[in-house]
């Protein structure tokens, strides 16, 4: 099976993405993880104005399958979530790269991303 894995941003082993644009990161999950996800059903965001902590647990992920741990990919202060998760949280299996998207930082060190994943080495690791 072939999944889609956008070459604009980087991810975690534990298949978070991140995107920079203009000094924010936007952050969800990989087409990889919602599809071992199967159906999910609920999304736990953290609040805006939150500190997380790079690779720290910033909120959870339930299907039908399993509850899934989310985190960060890096550190700072979230600045905005995505609050159509509430209501609407098949949108991370419908779009994981576009509407599903989760929480954006303000980073606190905009070099962590280029400890992350590329594309290349994540399909490496879920292939």
């Known amino acids: 099976m072939s999944f889609d894995v956008p070459d604009d941003r980087r991810y975690l082993e534990s298949h978070e993405w991140a995107l920079e644009t203009d000094g924010v990161v936007r952050v969800g ?4 993880a919602q599809d071992e ?3 999910v059903v609920f999304v736990e ?8 902590a790079a ?3 910033f909120g959870v992920v339930e299907s039908i399958k399993a509850v ?8 700072g202060e979230v ?3 995505n609050e159509d998760l509430f ?22 060190d905009p070099d962590e991303l280029e400890e992350l994943l590329t594309a290349d080495e994540y399909e490496e690791q879920i292939a």
């Open 68 to 75: 899934s741990d989310l985190y960060a990919p890096v550190g």
């Open 29 to 32: 999950i990989s087409d990889f």
């Open 55 to 57: 690779e720290g647990e």
């Open 37 to 39: 996800l199967g159906d």
């Open 87 to 108: 209501d609407a949280p098949e949108l991370v299996n419908e779009d994981p790269f576009g509407d599903g998207w989760m929480l954006e930082i303000e980073p606190d």
């Open 79 to 81: 600045v905005a979530i």
């Open 45 to 52: 965001l953290p609040d805006e104005g939150d500190d997380l």
